[in-house]
């Protein structure tokens, strides 16, 4: 079946502009989660719904980064004001449910450049 | 707060030798589950093996496997007759079983080793 897809692959933005980043994950998959990778690094959580609601947000940098999941399926990351230093991967990944031993299935991320 | 780390930034051995990657983790939990993922250059993280902290048995899937040492919390990972499909980034993964509503899910990673197979 299909897997997690992200939207867009790349993206190029100027310092201080709005982004939309958009997760669609695996169908059925209730728990999805956002990572990002700096260059050289692992991926850091930022956030991960259950459903429809944030259950834990603890990643998120600043008040900047925003994320919705509003009918439990598609997740939108939005950044407001980009900055230099938001430039990197943005991974999304889907899960069957929340617990410990599920698998996390990733996306094959959005790489933003902020200039 | 739990924490990983692989000590090894990058590795080259020839093709179809045995090649171990290291991984440490450092966390307060008793029950956990621990992951190797693998970043080949079209970014898409994939899963290669994981391993309950309650099972004693090291987990195997085909030509790759785990030491895993709890009380010395290792987790190693072996890939034995290495083929040139297996350069990519791998990463060391641990998620606690439970711990409430918050913080449990996530997966924390460390900073990965790039693999690098020649032919």
């Known amino acids: 079946g299909a897997g997690v897809s992200q939207t867009p692959s790349n993206k190029v933005t100027e310092k201080g502009k709005y982004v939309e980043l958009r997760c669609d994950p695996i169908?059925?998959?209730?728990?999805l989660y956002w990572y990002r990778q700096s260059l050289g690094q692992g991926p850091e959580f930022l956030i991960y719904?259950?459903?429809?609601?944030?259950?834990?947000d603890s990643g998120l940098p600043n008040d900047r980064f925003f994320a919705v999941r509003p009918e439990g399926s598609v997740s939108t990351l939005k950044i407001q004001r980009t900055e230099r230093g938001d430039s990197a991967v943005y991974l999304c990944a889907s899960s069957l449910g929340p617990g410990g031993g599920e698998t996390q299935y990733f996306g094959p991320g959005t790489r933003l450049l902020v200039l | 707060a739990q924490t990983v780390t692989q000590s090894q930034p990058e590795m080259s051995v020839q093709e179809a030798e045995t090649v171990t990657l290291s991984c440490t983790y450092d966390t307060s939990e008793n029950n956990y589950y621990l992951f190797w993922y693998k970043q080949p250059p079209s970014r898409q993280m994939i899963l290669v093996i994981r391993q309950e902290a309650y099972k004693q048995q090291n987990a195997t899937e085909n030509r790759f496997s785990v030491n895993f040492q709890k009380a010395a919390k290792s987790f190693s990972l072996k890939i034995s007759d290495s083929q040139l499909g297996d350069t990519a980034m791998y990463f060391c993964?641990?998620?606690?079983?439970?711990?409430?509503?918050?913080?449990?899910?996530?997966?924390?990673f460390g900073q990965g080793t790039r693999l690098t197979i020649n032919p």
């Open positions: 169908s059925g998959h209730t728990a």
């Open positions: 993964a641990f998620r606690a079983a439970w711990g409430g509503i918050q913080g449990a899910q996530k997966l924390v």
């Open positions: 719904f259950q459903g429809t609601g944030a259950a834990d």
